[in-house]
């Protein structure tokens, strides 16, 4: 694995994607998604000037921030369950999976007691998988206004994982109605949400033509993972 050249090629296709989507280069982020990968490549991703990174799991990301350089910022992707926001609150900088208002709820209320805000993204299913995690889009339009209520909260955009295909233009109209989503949630809210957390290695470009402000890429940077547990083990 050459991380610095994966990183190299990537760069390009992201400035690529950016100008074929008539974007500024500078207006997506790269995430670098570390799950199941030691500190020591997160170590050396960073001295390649990578400073954002996801993780998936609390656990996992509890013992390996720690062993980390301390600038880096953490943001967390995966299904948190309520008995983890407590230490989810005290890791990461913004949590982007944010499916629930009970969750919301529970974030908010470990923030106040941290005594910090929280930035999320809220976590769209947008084709409706039964297997996947996310608000269903018509039950976020309605519940929209109670999350934005809660003080310790800051609501900065919308996160989707679309259903997986070998190929990448499948998951164009889905990275497209996510978009068209945030336009609703803005106007309900009467303010702009910044963030479209959305694009993985497979289907970055995509993403980014459909306006994706934050891409989190693991394999391509880092290259395939071990195996991880069946997601009903998964914390
Ligand atoms: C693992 C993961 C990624 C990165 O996936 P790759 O295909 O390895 O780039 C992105 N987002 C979420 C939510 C993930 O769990």
Known sequence: MDLAANL???????????????????????????????????????????????????????????????????????H????????????????QSVDSLSLAQEINKRAEQAARTMPV??????????????????????ELKKLNALPRIEIHGLMTVPPWSPEAEKARPHFRRLHEIKAQCEQILGARLPHLSMGMSGDFEIAIEEGATMVRIGTALFGLRAKTKPRAEAD
């Open 80 to 95: 948190l369950q309520s008995n983890k926001c407590r230490d989810a609150v005290e890791l990461f900088k913004m949590i």
């Open 121 to 142: 993204l809220i976590e769209v299913n947008v084709a409706g998988e039964a297997s996947k995690f996310g608000y269903q889009p018509e039950q976020l339009l309605a």
């Open 8 to 78: 190299d090629s990537i760069q390009k296709r992201i400035a690529a994607a950016c100008e074929r989507g008539g974007r500024a280069p500078g207006e997506v982020t790269l995430l670098a998604v570390t799950k199941s990968q030691p500190p020591e490549i997160v170590k050396a991703a960073a001295e390649l000037g990578l400073l954002l990174f996801g993780e998936n799991k609390v656990q996992e990301a509890k013992a390996k921030i720690p062993l980390c350089p301390g600038k880096l910022r953490w943001h967390f992707i995966g």
